[in-house]
C-alpha cells in the first residue's frame, strides 16, 4: 500500500507540474502569437507596399526611357535635320504627325538653333514663338539630351496641342483629412517631357526637338503602372491596389474611385502626407486614409529638373484584404493553440498513469541509435504502463527516423538527377548559343573586312564593337560549357606522348590571330619545336589557349606577349608572359577563383566570366599538375604551369580520370 501511495504522489506532482507547464506555455504563446502577428503582418504589408513603389517608378522610369528614346530617334533623322537646313516643313509635319501618334506622344514640336519654334506637330499653326527659356530646350541647344517632369502653364499647354490645356483642367474636389485651402480648379498640366539637339553631320547644333506625355487624366499609364505592380487581383469587389500621379496635393491621374465609383480626380491628399512629403520631400509609408477607404500607403516626392517638388507618386493595398488576413490568423493560432493544450493535457493525464518500465532496455536501444545503427529492437513491454507508452513513441520515433532516412536516400537520389539534367540543359543551351554566336562573329568579322572604308566613323566603331562583344560572349559561353562538363564529370584524360608546340601552341596561336594582329601584339614563340611530352593534348590545349587568350586579352597595344618551356627532371614546365598593369599582390591568391574577375589595372573588376583561370587550374590539377602566377604590377604578368611526370605514365594511354 505504501508503495501504491508513493507512486500514486508522484504522478499527481508530475501532473500538476507539467499541466502547470502547458497552461503558462499556452498562455504566453498565445499572447505572443497575438504580438506577432499583428507586427508581422503589418510589418510585411509596409515592405510589400515600399517594394510596390519601387516597381511603379521602374514602370515609370520605363517610360520616361521610352520617351526620351523615341525623341532621341526623331532628332536623328535625316528628314528633321534637311528641314531645318531649309527643307519643306509642310511635309516635315505630316511626317512629325504620324511619328507623334506611334510614338503615343502627346506633343512633339522642333526649334530652330534660337530656340524660336518652328513646327509643332499637333498644332501647326502655333509656330514662331520662342522657347529657349525652357530648362529642357536650353539643354538641348547646349547639345545635351534631357529628360524628366515639369509643369506646364496652360497657355504653353494650349499652344503645344489644341487639347492638352482642356485635359489638364480639373475642379478640385473637397476631401476628408486634407488640408483646407481656397483653390477651386487646376489649370497647370504636368508633363513627362524629353528634349534632344539636332546636328549635322559635323556636330553643329541647328536647333531642338523636344516632346512628351501629358500626365494627367493619363489613366493608361496608371491603370499599367497598377497592373504590372498588382496585377488584377480584386478584394470582396474592390481593387487591391491602387496607383496615383499627383500634381502637388491633387490627383490628377488615379484609379482610385470614390463613392459613385468613379476615379477620384481632383481629390487632395491627407495633410499628414502633405506635410512630410511635399513639404519636407520625405517618403511617406504607413496606414492612410485615401479618399474612402483606409490603405496601406507609400508616397514619394515628384521633382522636376530644377529639383524643386511639384507632386507625388503614390502606391497603395487594400487594407481590409490584411486585416482580415489579420484576424483570421489570430482565429487559427488561437484555436490550434487551445486544441494544442487539450491534446496535451489528455496526454499528460493518459501518461502519467502509466510510469514503469524497463528503462536500461530503452537506454540500449538510445546508445544504439546513436552510434548510427537504425536497427535497434526494443524488447516488448508486458505492463501497460507509462513506460509502455515510452517505449511505443520511441518505437514511433524510430520508425519516422527511418522513413527520414529513406526519404533523404530517395530525395538525394532526385537531387542527383535534377543537377545531371541541369548540366545536361547546361551544356546544350550553352553548345547552340556557341555555335550561333561564332556564326554571328564570322558574319560581322566579314562585313568589316567587306564593308571597310564604305561606313561612317560611328558606324565602323559600333560594328567594332559588336565584334568584341560577340567575341566575349564566344568566351563566355566557352567557360561555361566547360565548366559544364567539369561539373558533370564529362571531362576524361587521354594521355599519349603529343608534340607540344605542334599540337597544343600552334593551334592556339592560330586561333588568337585575329586577336592578336588587331592590337599590333608581338607573340614571341621560343618553345623548343622538338618538345614533346606525355599528356591529354585536347585538355592540355584548353589549359593554353585560356591563359595565352588572358595574355593577348590583357596586352597593351603593340605590346609583347612571350611563350617559353622546358623540360624538368621531375615533368615539364610551360611560361606566359606578357606586358600589362599587372596584378597587385593583394589579389594574385584569388584569380583562380570561381566567378572572380579582376581587370589589368586591380582596381574594377574585368570583363568575361570569371570561370577562365578556375576551369584553367581545375584542368592542370586533373593533368597532375600546378599552376602559379607571378607580376610586377604596371610592368609584367607571368603563369607558369608544371606538369609533373607520373609514375607508369603512359602505361595506359586509353585510361580514364575523371
Not at 204 to 214: D, E, F
Request: proline content about 2%; glycine content about 8%; overall charge neutral.
Amino acid at each position: 500500500m505504501k508503495e501504491r501511495f508513493q507512486v500514486h504522489g508522484f504522478q499527481r506532482k508530475l501532473y500538476i507540474l507539467i499541466v502547470g507547464v502547458v497552461l503558462v506555455f499556452g498562455l504566453v504563446a498565445t499572447l505572443m502569437g497575438t504580438f506577432f502577428i499583428q507586427s508581422t503582418t503589418l510589418k510585411e504589408a509596409q515592405i510589400h507596399v515600399r517594394n510596390n513603389l519601387r516597381s511603379a517608378w521602374a514602370v515609370l522610369g520605363a517610360e520616361q526611357a521610352r520617351v526620351q528614346q523615341s525623341i532621341a530617334w526623331i532628332g536623328s533623322k535625316e528628314t528633321v535635320i534637311q528641314a531645318l537646313r531649309g527643307g519643306d516643313l509642310g511635309r516635315l509635319h505630316l511626317r512629325l504627325l504620324r511619328i507623334k501618334n506611334d510614338s503615343a506622344l502627346d506633343f512633339l514640336t522642333v526649334t530652330d538653333r534660337q530656340g524660336t519654334v518652328l513646327l509643332r506637330a499637333t498644332t501647326a499653326s502655333t509656330a514662331g514663338d520662342n522657347v529657349a527659356a525652357d530648362v529642357f530646350v536650353r539643354q538641348a541647344l547646349q547639345g545635351e539630351a534631357s529628360q524628366g517632369f515639369q509643369l506646364l502653364p496652360p497657355e504653353r499647354l494650349d499652344l503645344e496641342g489644341e487639347h492638352l490645356g482642356k485635359k489638364a483642367f480639373l475642379h478640385l474636389v473637397q476631401t476628408p483629412m486634407a488640408k483646407p485651402s481656397r483653390q477651386q480648379v487646376e489649370t497647370q498640366g504636368t508633363v513627362l517631357l524629353a528634349a534632344c539637339p539636332i546636328a549635322d553631320e559635323n556636330g553643329v547644333i541647328l536647333g531642338a526637338i523636344y516632346g512628351g506625355v501629358l500626365l494627367n487624366r493619363n489613366y493608361e499609364l496608371v491603370d499599367k503602372i497598377r497592373s504590372i505592380v498588382f496585377g488584377d487581383e480584386l478584394y470582396r469587389g474592390k481593387r487591391v491596389g491602387t496607383v496615383t500621379l499627383f500634381q502637388w496635393d491633387v490627383r490628377i491621374s488615379t484609379n482610385v474611385t470614390d463613392e459613385r465609383n468613379l476615379r477620384a480626380i481632383g481629390t487632395r491628399v491627407s495633410a499628414d502626407v502633405y506635410d512630410r512629403t511635399l513639404e519636407n520631400g520625405l517618403a511617406w509609408e504607413g496606414r492612410a486614409f485615401v479618399v474612402r477607404d483606409w490603405y496601406i500607403s507609400a508616397y514619394d516626392p515628384l521633382v522636376d529638373m530644377k529639383g524643386e517638388i511639384i507632386g507625388m507618386l503614390y502606391v497603395g493595398a487594400l487594407e481590409q484584404k490584411y486585416s482580415d488576413m489579420k484576424r483570421n490568423l489570430f482565429l487559427f493560432f488561437n484555436a490550434f493553440t487551445l486544441l494544442w493544450i487539450l491534446v496535451v493535457l489528455a496526454l499528460v493525464t493518459h501518461i502519467s498513469s502509466k510510469f514503469i518500465t524497463p528503462i536500461h532496455n530503452l537506454a540500449a536501444a538510445a546508445r544504439g541509435i546513436s552510434e548510427g545503427s537504425l536497427d535497434a529492437e526494443i524488447p516488448p513491454v508486458r505492463s501497460r504502463d507509462e513506460v509502455w507508452e515510452l517505449a511505443e513513441a520511441f518505437r514511433n520515433m524510430l520508425a519516422v527516423v527511418r522513413e527520414r532516412e529513406e526519404a533523404l536516400v530517395r530525395a538525394n537520389q532526385s537531387l542527383t538527377a535534377t543537377n545531371k539534367n541541369y548540366m545536361e540543359m547546361l551544356s546544350f543551351v550553352s553548345h547552340e548559343l556557341k555555335n550561333r554566336i561564332a556564326g554571328s562573329s564570322i558574319a560581322v568579322h566579314t562585313l568589316q573586312r567587306n564593308a571597310s572604308g564604305c561606313l561612317e566613323a560611328d558606324d565602323a566603331r559600333l560594328l567594332g564593337q559588336l565584334s568584341a562583344t560577340l567575341e566575349d560572349l564566344g568566351e563566355m559561353l566557352r567557360n561555361y560549357l566547360d565548366l559544364a562538363r567539369l561539373e558533370s564529370h564529362e571531362f576524361a584524360i587521354r594521355r599519349r606522348e603529343a608534340a607540344f608546340v605542334a599540337e597544343v601552341v600552334l593551334p592556339t596561336l592560330d586561333r588568337l590571330a585575329s586577336l592578336s594582329d588587331s592590337k599590333s601584339i608581338l607573340v614571341k614563340n621560343q618553345n623548343e619545336p622538338s618538345a614533346r611530352l606525355t599528356t591529354d593534348p585536347q585538355l592540355l590545349g584548353i589549359v593554353y589557349y585560356n591563359l595565352v587568350h588572358n595574355a593577348v586579352k590583357y596586352c597593351p597595344e603593340g605590346g609583347v606577349v612571350r611563350l617559353a618551356s622546358r623540360e624538368r627532371p621531375d615533368g615539364f614546365q610551360f611560361e606566359i608572359w606578357n606586358e600589362g598593369e599587372g596584378i597587385p599582390e593583394a589579389l594574385r591568391g584569388r584569380v583562380f577563383d570561381k566567378f572572380f574577375k579582376v581587370a589589368g589595372d586591380g582596381r574594377r573588376e574585368g570583363t568575361g566570366s570569371g570561370l577562365g583561370l578556375f576551369i584553367t587550374q581545375t584542368l592542370i590539377h586533373m593533368l597532375g599538375g600546378e599552376i602559379t602566377v607571378e607580376s610586377e604590377t604596371g610592368k609584367w604578368t607571368c603563369f607558369s604551369v608544371i606538369l609533373r611526370r607520373e609514375d607508369g605514365e603512359g602505361a595506359d594511354p586509353g585510361g580514364q580520370r575523371g
